[in-house]
């Protein structure tokens, strides 16, 4: 079993439920009470975030889980903690600015596109020849 | 195998897939048509319970799946079954008032953070010593 | 490890994040500058075939991998690749009017459904007896 990337796992899980915190306190900065989604931008760009961290995490998930299982443990995680970084900046600047998104969001796709690239050559190199 | 976390698994995909179904049901009622998500405050609150547990999933599932992995399957099963009672307590409750979300979120939210914890004491219990 | 249904999700991994690219270029076509999400119909269909697909996500990688865990790899695969096929029948269609995405959407159904069904049965068969 695959345990730091157990771990960093449950860090990305955590780092996700703290951005869903922050879209239930803009709520209350920017008087956009619920079931509303939309009518104050700097609250849309905070939900945003949230929204597409979940976009992306299915995307994120399976390439790290199969990068760890078919290539390496350690290599996935430390990429895994890549990703967090990524989104992280994400973040804090797509809550400043719509421009200011593109940074983190380089950093986590290029990390979810190694993971990817990882996770297919696993599964290649364990295939069973002939 | 955990197999009392799957059978759960399965359950909470099919509950989660019935409140889709309550979506396009409430579009219908309340005459919201596609593509549109907004318009009617009562589809409104029908649509956000069924994204809201969209949201959580991946909450869930993560910390189901390494709690029962790497701590134990019935306990985590038994706290995945509170947790779709949790759901299914906050889909009556938000259907009829925004406050009324509440109970069942809270049950809901206790669940994950158990299941959360329950995978990290897992983890760590089952770290290789030096 | 199932290792066909390991490509299988890579590339139903892969699809969706170029469903997530055709946002970003209608978003450019149509006039729907971030963070909005409505404003224009066509965007918004394109945006909904994004976004229903990222809400059947968690239904169908649960039930592809539990089928091909509990029961069958090549099947539970193949059954992949039948919703993948079904999601981009989904895609040309829904982006043309709302009735046209009708029949991806019933055979990605399809796909779930009988994947569903054989993990479900995979849990049961292989439940230990006595």
């Known amino acids: 079993m695959p ?3 157990a771990v960093v796992t449950l860090l990305a899980v955590a780092f996700y439920f703290f951005l869903a915190t922050r879209v239930a306190v803009a709520r209350g900065s920017f ?4 079931p509303a989604t939309t009518g104050n931008p700097d609250f849309e760009r905070i939900f945003r975030v949230h929204q597409n961290t ?3 995490l299915p ?3 399976v390439s790290l889980w199969l990068c760890a299982l078919y290539l390496n443990d350690a290599g996935a995680a430390a990429l895994g903690l890549v990703w967090i970084g990524g989104r ?3 973040f804090t ?4 600015a719509v421009a200011r998104r593109l940074p983190g969001f380089f950093i ?3 990390a979810c596109i190694l993971l990817f690239v990882g996770a297919l050559a ?3 190199l364990h295939w069973p020849s002939g």
Request: no cysteine; proline share 4%; hydrophobic share 45%.
């Open 54 to 56: 979940l976009e992306w």
């Open 88 to 90: 992280a900046l994400y």
């Open 108 to 110: 986590q796709s290029a």
């Open 3 to 5: 345990r730091y990337t």
């Open 122 to 124: 696993g599964i290649i």
């Open 93 to 96: 600047g797509y809550s400043k």
């Open 59 to 61: 995307i994120f998930l």
């Open 31 to 34: 008087n956009v009470p619920l």
